[in-house]
């Protein structure tokens, strides 16, 4: 009957524990002001929020590259950033389960036994030798211990932990979204520069024939040291760009083998003679939905809600503890027989401890705390203002690439046009072979201005879908 009252106590102590108040703020998650449209161009629409869009989103396949796709796949796999932001990740969550534990009893046994030589008188347990009597004892014991979470240290502790963790897992997705990006950003810039690499070839071999040319006719009198001397600095001009291209083209296949976990030595990309740039069309209008499934802005927010939580930790300090403890066990002269019950032992007793003067500490822990979450609000707002900046800056690139691309798109077509009256009045005998290698130049170096800002427009897509957490396509941005 006794033990039943008991076990009806303690089970009565930890609903108490589990359902009881909690001091301390309850976390809201700070208000801010957002715009209605964005100033670059594209309308800002009201939508619900989709936290886990990053971590589900397959953006890239909007490039339609294959090979593009094989890179980030291999980057996920091998990643030394991502492989470490995984473990940070696995870290948080021990956090969380080492936080759960503190709700729970602690239970304890153990077994001992002694023998040893004594000077006392001899008893049941003893044996007489020379020297004195032969002692020997045997006990095992059960014990517990438990403090009763009646003012929410502990759920406050979890609470704080799990939005640590839940930070964590941003900051993985953004870590995952970051190296993706840079992927991506390598791979459209070396195929950038295997198109310069071309047509700077290209340029080369035409600009010596034309040097070739002016050297014979200034040999024969009829083209002056200037123009030799002209002719010589275009073709040494292409040749020092040349080795530009190819030295940047080296280092970003360089830096994508880091990106994919393996040693610069260990990896190549062929170079592709041609390539067609095909990034996924800007939407017209973005719903505001986006900025909140950003990997940056997600974690901040849950750093708010963990020092929101770490508050309530400190506030428990002022309220007493109330420990719990039981033990029960038998103790006797020999294994044999331990468990009889004469021999058992038992004690159980509450112990009740408060903090009478601490000289401020526990007030300071509590302006701490409080400091600690105002600054994670500046910190998250100031999160979203520099996401709002970073969407504007990309979208402000895209527009103006675009009409850049527009522009030297028709630059290059009036240009073939011109080549091609140029090879026709040659065939007719008007035009020399000097001239036609001339406007060849020059629609060389005006195809080459159309595929580098049309590398940039590509890469500038990428940017823009870091920007806003991984994409802005339908099915990805409703998780369907």
């Given at each position: 009957?006794?033990?039943?009252?008991?076990?009806?106590?303690?089970?009565?102590?930890?609903?108490?524990?589990?359902?009881?108040?909690?001091?301390?703020?309850?976390?809201?998650?700070?208000?801010?002001?957002?715009?209605?449209?964005?100033?670059?161009?594209?309308?800002?629409?009201?939508?619900?929020?989709?936290?886990?869009?990053?971590?589900?989103?397959?953006?890239?396949?909007?490039?339609?590259?294959?090979?593009?796709?094989?890179?980030?796949?291999?980057?996920?796999?091998?990643?030394?950033?991502?492989?470490?932001?995984?473990?940070?990740?696995?870290?948080?969550?021990?956090?969380?389960?080492?936080?759960?534990?503190?709700?729970?009893?602690?239970?304890?046994?153990?077994?001992?036994?002694?023998?040893?030589?004594?000077?006392?008188?001899?008893?049941?347990?003893?044996?007489?030798?020379?020297?004195?009597?032969?002692?020997?004892?045997?006990?095992?014991?059960?014990?517990?211990?438990?403090?009763?979470?009646?003012?929410?240290?502990?759920?406050?502790?979890?609470?704080?932990?799990?939005?640590?963790?839940?930070?964590?897992?941003?900051?993985?997705?953004?870590?995952?979204?970051?190296?993706?990006?840079?992927?991506?950003?390598?791979?459209?810039?070396?195929?950038?520069?295997?198109?310069?690499?071309?047509?700077?070839?290209?340029?080369?071999?035409?600009?010596?024939?034309?040097?070739?040319?002016?050297?014979?006719?200034?040999?024969?009198?009829?083209?002056?040291?200037?123009?030799?001397?002209?002719?010589?600095?275009?073709?040494?001009?292409?040749?020092?760009?040349?080795?530009?291209?190819?030295?940047?083209?080296?280092?970003?296949?360089?830096?994508?083998?880091?990106?994919?976990?393996?040693?610069?030595?260990?990896?190549?990309?062929?170079?592709?003679?041609?390539?067609?740039?095909?990034?996924?069309?800007?939407?017209?209008?973005?719903?505001?939905?986006?900025?909140?499934?950003?990997?940056?802005?997600?974690?901040?927010?849950?750093?708010?809600?963990?020092?929101?939580?770490?508050?309530?930790?400190?506030?428990?300090?002022?309220?007493?503890?109330?420990?719990?403890?039981?033990?029960?066990?038998?103790?006797?002269?020999?294994?044999?027989?331990?468990?009889?019950?004469?021999?058992?032992?038992?004690?159980?007793?509450?112990?009740?401890?408060?903090?009478?003067?601490?000289?401020?500490?526990?007030?300071?822990?509590?302006?701490?705390?409080?400091?600690?979450?105002?600054?994670?609000?500046?910190?998250?707002?100031?999160?979203?203002?520099?996401?709002?900046?970073?969407?504007?800056?990309?979208?402000?690139?895209?527009?103006?690439?675009?009409?850049?691309?527009?522009?030297?798109?028709?630059?290059?077509?009036?240009?073939?046009?011109?080549?091609?009256?140029?090879?026709?009045?040659?065939?007719?005998?008007?035009?020399?072979?000097?001239?036609?290698?001339?406007?060849?130049?020059?629609?060389?170096?005006?195809?080459?201005?159309?595929?580098d800002t049309q590398g940039q427009l590509a890469q500038g897509s990428v940017a823009l879908i870091q920007s806003l957490g991984g994409g802005w396509q339908g099915e990805r941005l409703t998780g369907k």
């Amino acid at each position: 009957m006794m033990m039943g009252r008991r076990a009806a106590y303690l089970v009565l102590l930890l609903s108490l524990s589990i359902s009881g108040c909690m001091v301390g703020p309850d976390y809201r998650k700070p208000p801010i002001a957002l715009p209605q449209t964005f100033k670059e161009g594209a309308q800002w629409q009201r939508a619900a929020a989709n936290p886990q869009g990053a971590l589900d989103s397959q953006w890239w396949l909007d490039y339609h590259d294959p090979t593009l796709n094989d890179l980030m796949l291999r980057a996920a796999r091998a990643n030394q950033s991502i492989v470490a932001a995984e473990a940070a990740y696995r870290l948080a969550q021990a956090q969380v389960a080492s936080s759960r534990a503190g709700l729970w009893p602690t239970v304890t046994a153990g077994l001992s036994g002694s023998r040893g030589v004594g000077r006392s008188g001899g008893t049941a347990s003893t044996t007489s030798t020379s020297s004195g009597s032969v002692e020997q004892s045997v006990s095992a014991t059960l014990g517990a211990s438990w403090e009763p979470d009646l003012w929410g240290l502990v759920r406050r502790g979890i609470e704080s932990s799990q939005a640590s963790a839940q930070a964590s897992d941003a900051l993985l997705a953004g870590v995952r979204l970051s190296i993706g990006g840079s992927v991506a950003g390598n791979y459209f810039g070396i195929r950038q520069l295997d198109m310069d690499i071309r047509l700077l070839e290209q340029q080369q071999r035409i600009n010596q024939q034309l040097l070739d040319m002016i050297q014979t006719e200034y040999t024969q009198g009829t083209a002056s040291n200037d123009q030799l001397l002209l002719a010589q600095d275009e073709l040494t001009r292409v040749v020092a760009a040349l080795q530009t291209s190819q030295r940047s083209r080296e280092q970003f296949e360089h830096a994508l083998a880091v990106l994919l976990g393996v040693a610069p030595a260990q990896f190549s990309l062929a170079p592709l003679d041609s390539f067609a740039f095909n990034p996924p069309a800007t939407p017209l209008s973005l719903p505001s939905g986006l900025l909140q499934r950003r990997p940056d802005v997600v974690a901040a927010e849950r750093s708010v809600a963990a020092a929101n939580a770490k508050i309530g930790v400190a506030e428990a300090a002022f309220y007493p503890n109330l420990d719990l403890t039981a033990q029960a066990g038998y103790t006797g002269s020999a294994l044999g027989g331990l468990f009889s019950l004469p021999k058992r032992i038992w004690s159980v007793g509450p112990a009740l401890a408060e903090t009478l003067f601490d000289g401020g500490a526990r007030s300071a822990a509590v302006k701490a705390a409080e400091a600690s979450y105002d600054e994670e609000v500046a910190n998250y707002r100031g999160t979203v203002l520099g996401a709002l900046q970073n969407v504007e800056d990309n979208l402000s690139a895209l527009n103006h690439l675009q009409t850049q691309a527009q522009a030297y798109q028709q630059i290059y077509q009036r240009n073939q046009q011109l080549f091609g009256s140029q090879q026709a009045q040659q065939k007719a005998g008007t035009v020399s072979l000097q001239g036609v290698l001339t406007q060849q130049l020059i629609l060389l170096q005006t195809e080459q201005s159309l595929r580098d800002t049309q590398g940039q427009l590509a890469q500038g897509s990428v940017a823009l879908i870091q920007s806003l957490g991984g994409g802005w396509q339908g099915e990805r941005l409703t998780g369907k």
